[in-house]
């Protein structure tokens, strides 16, 4: 069955979905058709009224909407309630600035006027991921929905429950019938809406592999896309730093969500200098982390999401010790019940070794020692991933400079926190392409119309 709710903690089958039929599925493609020809004349004041109320929803109901998800995945409660304050957050922010985003752009030609001016282009489906199932829901259709576009979602198979609790939101918040479309269907069925001319654009964030093969059908169809993939973003720690400031940004870096974050912070790369006080202080604090119920407010280390998850982490940690890595701490699965994986730290992580390629997505962290600041940087653009990254330094310049010298989609200077809806969020190489949040997330699926008014002679 594709879709089914299991707890992490305990194992526990909460409830279990069947795949829509084809029959239903032509129907909500219909519907969302229907509802994009009226949808797409609305007004941006019109559009912002649902979605200002979708969000005061999520305000409102935090701790359902919290409890659901760490039932599901096994987020921890704190940090599921940050994640539903900041899905309201994002879903405000575009009702209050896609007019503005969207307004028309006066061009100056040497004749005439001219302006660029922004239209919807219709049905979007988007393909999205477990780790955060209402903030990836929200950063799609905040922008999308408030551009003119609707929207039709494939959820992933382990938070069914998490994707109709978010269609419901915005029933609730007088969505029309087909502006956001919960679709519980299979991959075949998915690719049959890439397919489908009713469909004009294709949003995923997932893995390498998924990311492919979206976008291949995508391209086949000439549709655009985005693509929000994996990362292995490097933590460079130079030999000014404050590691008072930065231990514990290192530890949140790789342990919040359990370190299932596309833009965690997973390669340490620490001047030489610096590297054995670093790397004590930071193992003494990923030791001391303790399981437990992910709905108890003090515990510290919450599960894996799924069963298969832990399995395939623990599988990428004896592939890279058979290949000569070290495991400093961890490495093995926690001796209780529930998908929970003690924190691990690898070290001696040699180029050929499958360890130091791979994305690790999950409570464990790669540790590099390095001789400088040219070799942090050249050890960090030596990835085949591009998303985030972050330099810890008391020199901002310095901090500046390196920022400017890594081949990602974001850096951050002694701090790594990318939880603001102004920020554009997205990477290159592996990690994708397209940008999600602030300006740039609401430009992805509209359509640029050029517009040019002049009174001139045809050429001769």
């Not at 009226?38 to 999520?58: D, F, P």
């Not at 998850?309 to 490495?331: C, F, M, N, P, Y």
């Amino acid at each position: 069955m594709t879709y089914q709710s299991l707890n992490p903690f305990d194992g526990k089958t909460l409830q279990s979905f069947a795949d829509i039929a084809d029959a239903e599925l032509e129907t909500k493609l219909a519907t969302a058709q229907t509802c994009y020809e009226g949808w797409r004349l609305k007004s941006y004041a019109e559009r912002a009224t649902i979605l200002n109320k979708a969000a005061e929803l999520l305000h409102a109901q935090v701790d359902t909407f919290a409890h659901t998800m760490t039932l599901e995945m096994g987020k921890r409660i704190g940090e599921a309630r940050g994640e539903v304050e900041f899905s309201a957050r994002i879903l405000a922010y575009y009702a209050k600035n896609a007019e503005r985003f969207l307004a028309p752009v006066k061009l100056d030609p040497t004749v005439g006027e001219a302006h660029m001016e922004s239209s919807p282009i219709g049905v979007i489906f988007c393909v999205e991921p477990w780790n955060f199932p209402y903030y990836q829901l929200a950063r799609i259709a905040g922008p999308h929905l408030m551009a003119g576009n609707v929207l039709v979602v494939k959820h992933a198979g382990i938070v069914p429950r998490c994707a109709i609790a978010f269609e419901q939101l915005l029933i609730e918040a007088g969505a029309p019938a087909g502006l956001y479309t919960n679709l519980l269907i299979s991959h075949d069925q998915s690719n049959r809406i890439i397919d489908d001319p009713r469909v004009k654009g294709v949003a995923l964030t997932g893995s390498v592999a998924a990311g492919q093969s979206i976008a291949a059908r995508a391209g086949k169809n000439l549709k655009i896309s985005s693509m929000e993939l994996g990362g292995s973003d490097a933590f460079i720690v130079l030999d000014d730093a404050d590691l008072d400031h930065t231990i514990p940004w290192a530890v949140w870096g790789r342990m919040y969500n359990t370190g299932q974050t596309c833009c965690a912070a997973k390669r340490f790369i620490v001047v030489e200098s610096v590297a054995d006080a670093f790397l004590a202080r930071f193992q003494a604090v990923l030791s001391a982390l303790k399981a437990g119920d992910p709905l108890d407010e003090t515990t510290t280390l919450g599960p894996l999401s799924s069963e298969p998850a832990l399995v395939q982490l623990l599988g990428q940690v004896d592939a890279a010790v058979a290949a000569g890595a070290k495991v400093l701490i961890g490495g093995k699965r926690v001796d209780r019940p529930g998908s929970f994986m003690q924190p691990t730290i690898l070290t001696d992580i040699a180029p050929d070794n499958p360890a130091f390629r791979d994305e690790f997505f999950g409570p464990v962290a790669s540790f590099y020692r390095v001789k400088d600041e040219a070799a942090a940087i050249a050890l960090a653009n030596d990835s085949d991933f591009g998303l985030g990254g972050s330099v810890w330094t008391q020199d901002e310049a310095r901090g500046r400079r390196v920022a400017s010298a890594v081949e990602t989609g974001m850096m951050f200077i002694n701090n790594i926190d990318w939880t603001d809806a102004e920020l554009p969020f997205g990477g290159i190489k592996n990690s994708g392409y397209g940008r999600e949040l602030g300006d740039m997330g609401i430009q992805q699926f509209v359509n640029k119309k050029l517009v040019r008014v002049a009174k001139m002679a045809a050429p001769a």
